[in-house]
Nanobody, 125 residues
Framework: QLQLVESGGGLVQPGGSLRLSCAAS????????VGWFRQAPGKEREGLSC????????KYDDSVKGRFTISRDNTKNTVYLQMNSLTPEDTADYYC??????????????????WGKGTLVNVSS
């Protein structure tokens, strides 16, 4: 079964950190750019960050630039999102997705081949 599985979400206090993981099974992420997205209740999905297949290129939305860091370990077929300085506004379901397109297209959610089912991040005191 070809799928992406997110993990690492949970409850965290404001100012805290979490690291999300996106693991692929049934296929190799080596040829895919991978992005992280989120959707809060009542809001549209937004692209947060994307990383190229080699890891040599990354792109961030302004809302998370300087706080979130995307990385990948192709030997583990996994992409990560390190999230620091979290605020209640970061509360949402977080999803990863994979595409063969550029990181620019990825951040816009264009042409994504695979989507995970999401992991919930709740930032609250």
């Amino acid at each position: 079964q070809l799928q992406l599985v997110e993990s690492g979400g949970g409850l965290v206090q404001p100012g805290g950190s979490l690291r999300l993981s996106c693991a692929a099974s049934g296929f190799s992420l080596d040829y895919y750019a991978v992005g992280w997205f989120r959707q809060a209740p009542g809001k549209e999905r937004e692209g947060l960050s994307c990383i190229s297949s080699s890891g040599g290129s990354t792109k961030y939305d302004d809302s998370v630039k300087g706080r979130f860091t995307i990385s990948r370990d192709n030997t583990k077929n996994t992409v990560y999102l390190q999230m620091n300085s979290l605020t209640p506004e970061d509360t949402a379901d977080y999803y990863c997705a994979a595409t063969t397109k550029t990181v620019v297209a990825c951040l816009r959610g264009y042409g994504m081949h695979y989507w995970g089912k999401g992991t919930l991040v709740n930032v609250s005191s």
